[in-house]
């Protein structure tokens, strides 16, 4: 069964530093997200793609998140400047219309 | 807004017994999508069981059920014969269109199920 891949599992990083996230989707999905869950609490939205475009973003998402598709199968989200409250599982989805298959998550721990 | 609600933070049943996991749901909409997903401790999201609005007849998959009534929003899974493996964190979702018209999934905060041996 097709999967969605997510790189690393898990990252430790210096607050402060930049860090990106990689997720390769289902080949024929055509819309991809990002969600986090810090630990405890539910999975929240954080950004859809589409068309090579952000779709929607939620508040979470501020300026110093970002995503691109490098070259059309990489999906990936860039955290600029990471702050101790970025620390957090965060799930790469995609889909093609209603099923949506969840990557098996990074796990972000910010120090 | 669309919520989603979880009002079990947690469950337990004994294995080999059936459970029944509550979610309810806000929603002005008449088509949607609603989900049931699984979380072990390795936090992989699993889908356990997806229901159409538009279709009366609950979804099963194999041991998973589900409970649909739509004028009450409500949205319950029913674990059958359970075992140990389906001890996890249990994710209502609702997929809704925003306003910018793309689909979006809402989660519930989840309720913790043991399975007792």
């Known amino acids: 069964e097709p999967e969605v891949t997510q790189t690393p599992s898990h990252q430790v990083t210096q607050m402060g530093q930049e860090v990106i996230l990689r997720c390769v989707p289902i080949?024929?999905?055509?819309?991809f997200y990002w969600y986090r869950q810090i630990l405890g609490q539910k999975v929240e939205f954080l950004v859809s793609f589409y068309n090579n475009e952000i779709s929607e973003k939620s508040e979470i998402f501020d300026d110093q998140f970002s995503v691109e598709r490098p070259d059309g199968s990489n999906f990936t989200l860039k955290i600029r400047s990471t702050k101790l409250e970025d620390s957090a599982m965060y799930f790469c989805?995609?889909?093609?219309?209603?099923?949506?298959?969840f990557g098996s998550g990074t796990r972000l721990t910010v120090v | 807004a669309q919520t989603v609600t979880q009002s079990q933070p947690e469950m337990s049943v004994q294995e080999a017994e059936t459970v029944t996991l509550s979610c309810t749901y806000d929603?002005?909409?008449?088509?949607?999508?609603l989900f049931w997903y699984k979380q072990p401790p390795s936090r992989q999201m699993i889908l356990v069981i997806r229901q159409e609005a538009y279709k009366q007849q609950n979804a099963t998959e194999n041991r998973f059920s589900v409970n649909f009534q739509k004028a009450a929003k409500s949205f319950s899974l029913k674990i059958s014969d359970s075992q140990l493996g389906d001890a996890a964190m249990y994710f209502c979702?609702?997929?809704?269109?925003?306003?910018?018209?793309?689909?979006?999934?809402?989660f519930g905060k989840g309720t913790k199920l043991s399975v007792i041996p």
């Open positions: 080949s024929n999905h055509l819309y």
């Open positions: 989805a995609s889909t093609r219309g209603t099923g949506y298959t």
């Open positions: 979702a609702y997929r809704y269109r925003t306003g910018a018209g793309s689909y979006q999934l809402t």
């Open positions: 929603t002005s909409e008449s088509d949607y999508y």
